[in-house]
């Protein structure tokens, strides 16, 4: 089964940007995959997504701010925060959208106002 690994998160200005990477230990070329947000208190929720074919979607919250792509070559997906906001505090998780596998750790992104 495929392993996702998040990083990139960290702390950062209200206004600074983060990119954020997911490593596959398998091939993922064949599958849509998405970012995925977990506020404390709050259910996790899907951030954008990228197809197959690299059409990307965005929650209305981020679009416009977050950029997501994928390099199947690297079995790895990006997502580019910028013009981070406090409310965009969370932690970040990817996974396939069809069949979705086991959730890594995430990583923790944490924007002070």
């Known amino acids: 089964q495929v392993r996702l690994v998040e990083s990139g998160g960290g702390l950062v200005q209200a206004g600074g940007s983060l990119r954020l990477s997911c490593a596959a230990s398998g091939s993922i070329r064949f599958d849509g995959m998405g970012w995925y947000r977990q506020a404390p208190g709050k259910q996790r929720e899907l951030v954008a997504e990228?197809?197959?074919?690299?059409?990307?979607n965005y929650a209305e919250s981020v679009k416009g701010r977050f950029t997501i792509s994928r390099d199947n070559a690297k079995n790895t997906v990006y997502l580019q925060m910028n013009s981070l906001k406090p409310e965009d505090t969370a932690v970040y998780y990817c996974?396939?959208?069809?069949?979705?596998?086991?959730w890594g750790q995430g990583t923790q992104v944490t924007v002070s106002s």
């Open positions: 996974n396939r959208r069809s069949i979705p596998v086991g």
């Open positions: 990228i197809t197959v074919g690299r059409t990307t």
